[in-house]
């Protein structure tokens, strides 16, 4: 399928593209601002679906918002000459339900999209979009999402005008999904106009404190509800705008002649993940838990977990390897320990079901009564 692209520049043009290119099947023809103004006639003559995105919503002057409907008059007359119908898909804005000068161009390019169904009898599908987010969504300048996760992630201030303020959003992928379920003939419109699904729905206070979050998650190390669907959203949307030379960031470690120890990830809901590192012929352990448990994974080097119920009874060993990963549960009410039984470190990833509280650890010290083997 041939395919025209209008904005294709822009921040949904861009993440279309990519995704009609990732999904193959069809020849791209990308029209944006720098195009030729020559090339209009012939991609419309020569495409099967229009994707018409391009627009303008911060002018200078007012007066510019006009371009939204002189352009898509443009573009509607290349498409009647070239007598194919060809079905157009306009991105427009929930604006165009107002009255103020950008909302009266969408609306009156929707007008000129819905006559030229109705004179061709062309399918359309117009989508009145609230604000999108996502990647490459250019900061300071449409998008409050943009601007606060570009800011935050840059240490920046932010403003917030009233920030009570309610505001709806799409993310770009559910737009994209939007898209090209419209342009398989696969999507209902409501009172004349398709919809993206889902809306989310938030303040200005709200979503600068969720990004702020994020940012904040790299010294506390609580990892965000990734349940919540806007939440796991507008997450990868924050690192999407990180600094090139952020994308790493250092935990805190805890070193000893033993080897090492460092909190990853904490989750209130999920427990905690922690990487522990354990020198060759080192012993590390040597207490039990009332009621926390814990997965033990080793990802480097070999060793051996032993166990030994309180008050007593046989001590359970498991060896555990890198060659071959395994988990090993932790129940509570057991004194257990892990000795490094190889020449390389032993790095085992550990999941704890609850946070580390330094003032109830739920920690106890105790030895593993075994005189066969002595710790070092």
């Known amino acids: 399928m041939k395919i025209l692209v209008t904005g294709s520049g822009g921040f949904i043009g861009k993440n279309l593209c990519v995704q009609l290119e990732a999904l193959g ?17 012939r991609y419309a003559a020569d495409c099967d679906f229009v994707f018409h995105l391009a627009g303008v919503n911060r002018p200078e002057n007012p007066s510019e918002f006009e371009e939204n409907y002189k352009f898509t008059s443009k573009l509607l ?5 070239s007598g194919k119908n060809t079905p157009v898909l306009m991105s427009s804005s929930i604006q165009a339900q107002l009255d103020n000068p950008y909302g009266r161009s969408k609306r009156k390019a ?17 989508f009145r979009l609230p604000g999108v987010f996502g990647k490459w969504c250019a900061p300071n300048y449409n998008s409050v999402v943009a601007t606060f996760c570009h800011n935050i992630a840059r240490d920046l201030p932010v403003r917030m005008d009233d920030p009570d303020a309610e505001i709806s959003l799409v993310y770009i992928d559910d737009v994209l999904q939007g898209f ?11 009172n004349g106009f398709c919809q993206v699904k889902p809306v989310h729905h938030t303040t200005v206070r709200e979503l600068e404190q969720t990004i702020r979050g994020f940012r904040d998650s790299r010294q506390n190390l609580e990892l965000a509800d990734m349940a919540e669907p806007l939440t796991r959203k507008l997450y990868s949307t924050y690192l999407s705008y990180l ?12 070193r000893d002649q033993r080897g090492a120890f460092a909190e990853c990830l904490k989750s209130a809901a999920g427990g905690q993940i922690s990487v522990n ?5 080192m012993t590390k352990g040597g207490h039990w838990h009332h009621t926390k448990t814990e997965k033990f994974i080793a990802v480097n080097g070999c060793g051996l977990l032993r166990f030994q119920k309180l008050g007593g009874g046989d001590i359970l060993k498991y060896p555990i390897s890198s060659e071959k990963l395994e ?3 932790i129940p509570p009410g057991y004194i257990h320990d892990v000795t490094n039984t190889g020449s390389s470190d032993l790095v085992l990833l550990i999941w704890a079901s609850q946070l580390y509280d330094p003032v109830h ?7 593993i009564n075994d005189n066969s083997w002595k710790k070092e």
């Open 77 to 81: 007359k290349a498409l009647r000459n």
């Open 243 to 254: 600094p090139d030379d952020k994308f790493c960031y250092a935990l805190k470690e805890h």
């Open 327 to 329: 988990v090993v549960d």
């Open 25 to 41: 099947d069809c020849q791209l023809s990308k029209y944006d601002i720098q195009t030729s103004p020559e090339l209009l006639e």
């Open 180 to 190: 090209t379920a419209a342009l398989q003939g696969d999507i209902t419109k409501q």
């Open 277 to 281: 590192i354990t020198r060759p012929g």
């Open 361 to 367: 650890p739920d920690t106890y010290p105790a030895e």
């Open 110 to 126: 929707e007008d000129l999209v819905k006559a030229y169904a109705h004179e061709t009898g062309a399918n359309i599908y117009i």
